[in-house]
């Protein structure tokens, strides 16, 4: 069983530039989550999918932030016009509906820093 | 008031002492409770979780539940140098149709020789 994976791990950027990330979650897991970390701070809701439905986004993501899980297997994250204020981790975690509690598995993140 | 509160530390602890980590939460809907454990520049790797009032033990580490009071605590005996990281409470809040979990800023433990 293999966990969730992203890709980059790291991303250097210039102000204004966009980037994607990519997550593959766990093979069985129909749930998705990308949250965004600071330094000091923990980890902050970002959005969520289930199967290829996003059912929920933060008010924190703003309209330069967009995510897509097409076939409701692996997902990207968009950032447009990037800003300083972007550069954080960026942690993807996974799911599976009846998984009692919510148990959510996270990858090792991508780490963006813009310049 | 935040959501999921814990003390940032560092609490430091010698080798082979219990270490106590605490958490308290605002929103009495809440259902599951999680702890995280962080080691510097590495992803949350879940290590307890703990959905009743009492306790829930899993090797060395101890999770502890009360609803009414709106705390959660994590237990860790016999501590290790390898212990040493920040440790997350999170908890998981219902919200429409998201089942999002709300994190705290995270406690950070050094385990001392």
């Known amino acids: 069983d293999t966990g969730v994976s992203q890709d980059p791990r790291h991303k250097i950027t210039k102000r204004g530039q966009n980037v994607t990330f990519r997550c593959d979650p766990i093979s069985e897991h129909n749930r998705l989550y990308w949250y965004r970390q600071t330094l000091g701070q923990g980890p902050e809701f970002l959005t969520y999918?289930?199967?290829?439905?996003?059912?929920?986004k933060s008010r924190l993501l703003s309209d330069r932030f967009s995510a897509e899980r097409p076939k409701g297997s692996f997902s990207t994250l968009e950032i447009q016009r990037t800003e300083q204020g972007d550069s954080a981790m960026y942690l993807c975690?996974?799911?599976?509906?009846?998984?009692?509690?919510?148990?959510?598995?996270f990858g090792p993140g991508t780490r963006l820093t813009v310049l | 008031q935040k959501e999921v509160e814990q003390n940032s530390g560092p609490l430091s602890v010698p080798e082979g002492a219990i270490a106590s980590l605490n958490c308290t939460y605002s929103d009495r809907v809440s259902q599951s409770f999680f702890w995280y454990r962080q080691y510097s520049g590495k992803s949350p790797e879940l290590i307890m979780s703990?959905?009743?009032?009492g306790d829930k033990e899993d090797g060395r580490f101890t999770a502890q539940l009360n609803k009414a009071s709106q705390y959660v605590s994590l237990l860790i005996r016999d501590s290790q140098p390898s212990d040493s990281a920040t440790y997350l409470c999170a908890v998981n809040i219902l919200t429409g149709t998201a089942s999002k979990l709300t994190f705290g800023t995270g406690t950070r433990l050094q385990v001392t020789l």
């Open positions: 975690a996974s799911s599976r509906t009846g998984n009692r509690g919510n148990e959510q598995f």
């Open positions: 999918f289930q199967n290829e439905a996003q059912l929920e």
């Open positions: 703990i959905y009743s009032n």
